[in-house]
């Protein structure tokens, strides 16, 4: 199973950025739910968003939710994070990530058993 996250970069405050994942492996992409966390300098990792197999469900994190989508492409076996409305404390790396073992997203990283390597995204003030 591979992970690879895209799309980081540097933005200003209120600014917009979209990062995306691709998935690749012998575990169908339809089969899995996929989520989001992000690890500030300094931080614990922590959960950012998460959506079903179908993308029928979806999870968000208090601090983004309203500012932030999640959505996937099956058919390119890609997950992406709409992000907007940017703020300092948004910077960080985000990590994607894959759980086989669920068809409902979950929020805490133990439920995941695959993960990317990570994107940064910094957000200036």
């Known amino acids: 199973v591979q992970l690879q996250a895209s799309g980081g970069g540097l933005v200003q405050a209120g600014g917009s950025l979209r990062v995306s994942c691709k998935y690749s492996?012998?575990?169908?992409?339809?089969?899995?739910?996929m989520g989001w966390f992000r690890q500030a300098p300094g931080k614990a990792r922590e959960f950012v968003a998460s959506?079903?197999?179908?993308?029928?469900?979806?999870y968000f994190a208090d601090a983004v939710r309203g500012r932030f989508a999640i959505s996937r492409e099956n058919a390119k076996n890609t997950v992406y994070l709409q992000m907007t409305s940017l703020t300092p404390e948004d910077t960080g790396v985000y990590y994607c990530?894959?759980?086989?073992?669920?068809?409902?997203?979950?929020?805490?990283?133990?439920?995941?058993?695959?993960w990317g390597q990570g994107t940064q995204v910094t957000v200036s003030s």
């Open positions: 959506i079903s197999f179908n993308g029928g469900r979806t």
């Open positions: 492996g012998r575990i169908s992409f339809t089969q899995l739910a």
């Open positions: 990530a894959a759980d086989p073992n669920t068809a409902t997203p979950r929020m805490t990283q133990e439920s995941y058993d695959y």
